[in-house]
């Protein structure tokens, strides 16, 4: 079955290269908040990523990502408010890098990693 370009933008997030892309670009991003470039963390908390996900999902064979058990569990519990609730974090981690916060920092990152996990409990909603 072929997938549509939404089929590809939900399952692209689970490929290698993009949450590499993205955990090292959030890694880079803090860093450079907490040191005050604003103009370089903005670049590097968006453009990597954009990038990747393009590349992804332009070139990358995402059908056995879709089929796999995190394909299904992704697009399960990956709605747009799940998405919503990921940028919120990500958000939360930036504005704590920016205060030099590490409590901030961490308690963005718990929220990313709580959307993420959202499902493991088998009650989604």
């Given at each position: 079955m072929t997938m549509?370009?939404?089929?590809?933008?939900?399952i692209h997030q689970i490929h290698p290269a993009k949450l590499a892309t993205d955990?090292?670009?959030?890694?880079?991003?803090?860093?450079?908040?907490?040191?005050?470039?604003?103009a370089w963390g903005?670049?590097?908390?968006?453009?990597?990523?954009?990038?990747a996900s393009a590349l992804v999902i332009r070139f990358a064979h995402l059908e056995?990502?879709?089929?796999?058990?995190?394909?299904?569990?992704?697009?399960?519990?990956?709605?747009p408010a799940t998405q919503g609730v990921r940028l919120a974090g990500a958000l939360v981690m930036a504005v704590g890098a920016w205060q030099r916060s590490w409590l901030l920092v961490i308690a963005g990152l718990a929220v990313v990693a709580a959307a993420w996990a959202r499902g493991l409990t088998g009650r989604i909603g």
């Amino acid at each position: 079955m072929t997938m549509t370009l939404a089929d590809k933008a939900l399952i692209h997030q689970i490929h290698p290269a993009k949450l590499a892309t993205d955990i090292s670009s959030s890694l880079v991003s803090v860093w450079l908040l907490w040191q005050h470039a604003l103009a370089w963390g903005i670049v590097v908390t968006f453009v990597p990523p954009a990038i990747a996900s393009a590349l992804v999902i332009r070139f990358a064979h995402l059908e056995p990502l879709r089929d796999s058990r995190l394909g299904r569990y992704v697009a399960r519990i990956m709605t747009p408010a799940t998405q919503g609730v990921r940028l919120a974090g990500a958000l939360v981690m930036a504005v704590g890098a920016w205060q030099r916060s590490w409590l901030l920092v961490i308690a963005g990152l718990a929220v990313v990693a709580a959307a993420w996990a959202r499902g493991l409990t088998g009650r989604i909603g």
